[in-house]
């Protein structure tokens, strides 16, 4: 596809910070097609003859970042599925969750497409970990136990802090508070993104 005729954001935020809720609001009110990364990933994990299937699985329960040819390939093809389909061969897309690792950042801007700007979710490991805890309880997210939580912190903290103050550097970061209620953070998501949507 014609990266010219694709808009990309980003949206980015430590685990259970609440990216997958507010996508999930921008994408009633701004028709945007969510793509969560750990959304495709975990359908890949359990899709019937995938080669990737068992290192996935490891990798998830282990909080650790799956080799991003893997994952570069699953939203390209899901991005190039969306925009086939539309009339105008255009798609605006909420990447969710993506890239948590300076070299995924580089090779989807050079192969894929640019990104608009990142949407940044912030919010205190306290908090995240309550709300994970809580969710663990019916999620069946093989990742949402004490220690997996443990562990998504660590990757998050030594290898996507980093990406989020990368694209910061460059002035392309929006950044939310993440600790309110949902309405209330959307509220800010909403203000701050139609400032830099124009
Ligand atoms: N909740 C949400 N907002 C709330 C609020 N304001 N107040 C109170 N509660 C709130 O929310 C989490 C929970 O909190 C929910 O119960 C929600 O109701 C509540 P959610 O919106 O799901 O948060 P989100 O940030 O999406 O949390 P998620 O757990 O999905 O974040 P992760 O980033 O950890 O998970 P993801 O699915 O993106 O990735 C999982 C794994 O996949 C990674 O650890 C990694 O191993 C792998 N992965 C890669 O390898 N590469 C990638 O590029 C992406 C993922
Ligand atoms: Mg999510």
Request: glycine share 8%; charged share 35%; hydrophobic share 30%.
């Amino acid at each position: 596809f014609s990266p010219s005729k694709v808009t990309v954001i980003f949206v980015l935020g430590g685990p259970g910070a609440g990216k997958g809720t507010q996508c999930a609001n921008l994408v009633r009110d701004y028709k945007f097609t969510h793509l969560s990364a750990g959304d495709l990933l975990r359908a890949e994990q359990d899709r019937e003859g995938s080669e990737f299937g068992d290192l996935i699985k490891s990798y998830i329960k282990d909080g650790k970042i799956v080799p991003m040819e893997v994952t570069v390939q699953l939203l390209e093809n899901a991005m190039t599925d969306v925009v086939s389909k539309d009339k105008d061969g255009k798609g605006k897309f909420l990447v969710d969750g993506f890239p948590r690792k300076m070299d995924q950042a580089l090779k989807f801007d050079e192969t894929v497409c640019p990104s608009k700007f990142v949407l940044f979710y912030d919010c205190p490991e306290e908090e995240m970990q309550k709300r994970l805890l809580n969710r663990g309880k019916t999620s069946g997210r093989s990742d949402d136990n004490e220690e997996s939580i443990k562990k998504r912190f660590k990757t998050f903290v030594e290898t996507s802090m980093p990406v989020v103050d990368y694209f910061d550097g460059e002035g392309r970061v929006v950044k939310v508070v993440a600790t309110k209620s949902p309405d209330e953070v959307y509220k800010e998501t909403k203000e701050k993104i139609e400032q830099r949507l124009g």
